[in-house]
């Protein structure tokens, strides 16, 4: 018997496979024209490579076998999975790489069964052509453990800079954003993908590990869109009745409410006291915070915007004679 490259046995491999779905060892190694030891080995790394592929023994014989619903290259679905996936693809934002997906199965669905269109009744948020290219990038980084460059601006301090990070959590929605070890300080930072301007996989930086747990804590306390660095201080206020329906739906992260006599007692433990203090401020007079920190940050933000919206310097303001 002759020798075969190994890339020419896995693709008789793969054939055969195709044309049916069971094979004895002995007839598969005809097939592909190498030895049982060979069609055997080749066999047992295509199963630690992930192929489906089943071994059992029926006397005199080693039988491999295929799920019947596998081909290659082909994902199968069943008839009553495709709504479902038509329904998930349109609650996905919106960017070229869904509307490629959505189209191509419409396309290929039977024609008595187009399935509904959920694209259409469903308002996703929409990605630019920027933000899906680097969204993906950063996925890239994430899941293969890839530092990433890029140039980035930070709004808050108009800062524009090349630097290094290494990704570990992407949130994808109408602002979205990612959780990276910041290669120049060290620490675990939110990035927003509108900040990159450019960014590419760089192998030639080592990749840094970050704890699950810490990942999670990170985002766990994180408020309204805001990490602060420092000791959590407890913050509790109060809303009153009709305005609480409408808290309950809409609390930030991390916060959690109990009943209380005609409204709602609202808690959270952050660092982030001044976030808390903005929500509770544009309640107006709805709710009360009970704490004193809270109230503290309350009664500053309060007090400002009061002297800005009566100054005469404000734009809009009415001018006096």
């Keep these: 018997m002759g020798q075969r490259g190994a890339h020419e046995t896995f693709i008789a491999i793969v054939s055969a496979f195709v044309a049916q ?4 060892q002995a007839a598969l190694a005809r097939r592909a024209g190498v030895s049982t030891e060979a069609i055997r080995k080749h066999l047992r790394q295509m199963q630690k490579d992930g192929w489906p592929l089943e071994e059992h023994k029926d006397h005199p014989h080693i039988v491999w076998r295929m799920p019947q619903n596998w081909y290659p290259g082909v994902l199968a679905l ?3 999975h495709v709504p479902d996936l038509l329904r998930l693809l349109a609650r996905a934002p919106r960017s070229a790489g869904r509307d490629r997906l959505l189209k191509m199965l419409q396309q290929r669905l039977p024609l008595r069964n187009p399935g509904p269109p959920f694209d259409v009744a469903v308002r996703a948020p929409e990605l630019s052509p920027e933000e899906e290219q680097w969204i993906a990038l950063l996925e890239d980084s994430a899941a293969r453990k890839i530092a990433v460059r890029m140039h980035y601006t930070t709004a808050s301090r108009r800062d524009d ?4 990070v290494s990704v570990h959590r992407v949130e994808v929605g109408a602002y979205p954003r990612f959780i990276a070890t910041c290669h120049n300080s060290g620490r675990l930072k939110w990035f ?7 960014a590419v996989l760089d192998k030639t930086q080592p990749y840094r590990e970050a704890d699950p747990e810490k990942v999670a804590a990170f985002e766990r306390d994180t408020v309204g869109g805001f990490h602060v660095e420092g000791p959590p201080v407890r913050c509790t206020f109060f809303v009153r009745q009709p305005e609480a329906a409408w808290v309950k739906r809409n609390l930030l992260r991390g916060m959690k409410y109990e009943p209380a006599d005609d409204g709602i007692r609202v808690s959270i433990d952050t660092a982030a006291v001044h976030v808390v203090a903005r929500f509770v401020v544009q309640l107006g007079e709805a709710a009360w915070p009970e704490t004193p920190e809270l ?5 500053t933000l309060a007090q400002g915007a009061f002297r800005n919206a009566t100054s005469e310097r404000a734009p809009g303001a009415a001018v006096t004679s």
């Design 21 to 24: 779905k069971r094979w004895t």
């Design 78 to 80: 069943e008839a009553e």
């Design 192 to 198: 927003r993908v509108a900040g990159v301007s450019h």
């Design 161 to 164: 800079a090349t630097r290094h």
């Design 295 to 299: 109230a503290q940050r309350v009664a």
